[in-house]
């Protein structure tokens, strides 16, 4: 028999108890349920808003970071360690230096193309130059230590040399004031020399004693040489797109090494001081990328 039959005083009370026990812990988990549910909806309510997307990147983004240039170039060439090879007064032959020697200043114009991001720019440019003169003294006979009548020193040695260079330059901006943009860059490349027209003219003394000019006929005239320079200048705003480069660049062409058909040789260093004002238009909106 159940425990309503055992317990006939209490068995009403006892079968109704069971069921509606039950029926309470059902409503009470219904109802903690509900307000789990509730304060999950309000914390989301009541939550940070998901990120926004990023922007996609357009085509245009990139190619607002190329630009093109082009220069003009006053070169004042530094003095150079030149010499020659004297093998008519010395057997087997013998180097003479050059003294007091000057170097020429040349001019030209380049162009370029490159690309920029945020304050890195790296560009490549070609550069031709009209040809340079250069000067220095040579003794008589070849011989610093000479006596004898004629002066010490008794010529000028004169030669043209031409340097066209190609680099691939690299340039940090030291940041942007009132659309002033000051940078210093380096470059690597090659450089394409040559020498021309050579002369030897003796001194008035020297001339006055019979010394006569004479032009040796050059030959393996031309070099290409290793070509490295550093620069620093400053950027000036003209729109988004279009700046005025002001720059120096010092730029050190190697030794240039030639002879003539009488068998002579010849070395001389060539390196110089420029000064460049130039363009540069940038395309698309005028902004690198990353900017």
């Not at 380049?110 to 009209?130: C, E, H, M, N, V």
């Amino acid at each position: 028999m159940d425990g309503c039959a055992r317990d006939a005083g209490r068995r009403v009370k006892r079968c109704r108890d069971v069921p509606m026990t039950r029926l309470t812990i059902v409503a009470i988990a219904m109802g903690a349920s509900a307000l789990a549910s509730l304060a999950q909806a309000a914390d989301i309510r009541r939550g940070e808003p998901p990120p926004p997307l990023a922007p996609p990147v357009l085509a245009e983004d990139f190619s607002s970071g190329w630009y093109v240039r082009g220069d003009f170039t006053a070169s004042v060439m530094r003095r150079p360690a030149a010499r020659y090879f004297d093998i008519v007064n010395f057997a087997p032959g013998q180097w003479v230096e050059l003294r007091d020697t000057r170097g020429g200043t040349a001019f030209g114009g380049g162009i370029g193309a490159g690309f920029k991001y945020r304050w890195f720019r790296l560009d490549a440019t070609l550069d031709i130059r009209s040809a340079a003169r250069m000067s220095g003294f040579a003794p008589p006979q070849g011989n610093w230590n000479y006596a004898g009548p004629l002066p010490v020193p008794s010529r000028v040695e004169r030669f043209g040399v031409s340097a066209h260079t190609a680099l691939v330059n690299a340039y940090v901006d030291l940041g942007s004031f009132g659309g002033f943009t000051p940078y210093v860059g380096a470059g690597l490349g090659v450089a394409r020399l040559s020498a021309s027209g050579y002369t030897s003219t003796p001194v008035p003394a020297a001339a006055a004693l019979g010394e006569l000019a004479t032009a040796p006929t050059l030959t393996n005239s031309v070099k290409w040489t290793l070509a490295w320079a550093a620069m620093a200048g400053v950027a000036i705003d003209l729109t988004p797109q279009t700046k005025i480069d002001l720059g120096y660049r010092y730029l050190h062409m190697g030794a240039l090494r030639f002879a003539d058909t009488a068998g002579g040789a010849y070395r001389t260093t060539v390196a110089a001081h420029e000064f460049r004002i130039g363009l540069r238009y940038m395309f698309g909106d005028g902004l690198p990328v990353g900017h």
